[in-house]
């Protein structure tokens, strides 16, 4: 069964340096989307994505977030300046609408601690 | 604003004691409700999706049902491997993004 890759698994980073959390959809899919887990809390939405541009963002998602898809089939997601607040898990999704279960499949995630 | 609310928080079963998930949701026309399975630092994996009220759906152990106001998960029978965090999430916005609610904490002890 097709699969969204996220990498790497887990990233440290000091506060204040810039990460890259980078995901491959599926091939097909068109829609990709970004959420983010707290430790013990909610799954978030942060920004989904269709056509090469933001679709839609959350407030979470701030001046210091980006995304990006550079070459067709990597999906990136980029913190510029990274805060204690920003460690959570981060999952990428991408979507089919005419998938069997509206299309959503979940990465497996990368788990970003900010030290 | 579309809201989703799951109980309980956590819940402990003896194995092959069958119990019930409820997720209450609030949302303007729904376009789909899901199930999900999360282990611990791992991602959410699909179960289910339900797009009209009465609509039932099985797998295994488990069992989801749909009204208009909330969804259960039945799990009936079940064994220490289906311990995990059982996420609901609604269909939400123009662009189809999921809503959670907070997930029950499902132990199951033999």
């Known amino acids: 069964e097709p699969e969204v890759t996220q990498t790497p698994s887990h990233q440290v980073t000091q506060m204040g340096q810039e990460v890259i959390l980078r995901c491959v959809p599926i091939?097909?899919?068109?829609?990709f989307y970004w959420y983010r887990q707290i430790l013990g809390q909610k799954v978030e939405f942060l920004v989904s994505f269709y056509n090469n541009e933001i679709s839609e963002k959350s407030e979470i998602f701030d001046d210091q977030f980006s995304v990006e898809r550079p070459d067709g089939s990597n999906f990136t997601l980029k913190i510029r300046s990274t805060k204690l607040e920003d460690s959570a898990m981060y999952f990428c999704?991408?979507?089919?609408?005419?998938?069997?279960?509206?299309?959503?499949?979940f990465g497996s995630g990368t788990r970003l601690t900010v030290v | 604003e579309d809201q989703v609310t799951q109980s309980p928080e956590a819940l402990r079963l003896q194995e092959g004691e069958s119990s019930s998930l409820n997720c209450s949701y609030t949302v303007s026309g729904l376009r789909g409700l899901f199930w999900y399975r999360q282990d611990p630092g791992k991602g959410p994996e699909f179960l289910f999706t339900?797009?009209?009220a009465g609509e039932e759906k099985e797998k295994e152990r488990l069992k989801a049902t749909l009204t208009k106001k909330e969804s259960f998960l039945h799990i009936t029978a079940p064994k220490p491997e289906d311990s995990a965090t059982y996420l609901c999430?609604?269909?939400?916005?123009?662009?189809?993004?999921?809503?959670f609610g907070a997930g029950t904490r499902l132990a199951v002890h033999p």
């Open positions: 999704a991408s979507r089919d609408p005419a998938g069997h279960n509206y299309g959503y499949t």
């Open positions: 999430a609604v269909v939400s916005g123009g662009y189809n993004k999921l809503i």
């Open positions: 091939s097909n899919h068109l829609y």
């Open positions: 339900l797009y009209s």
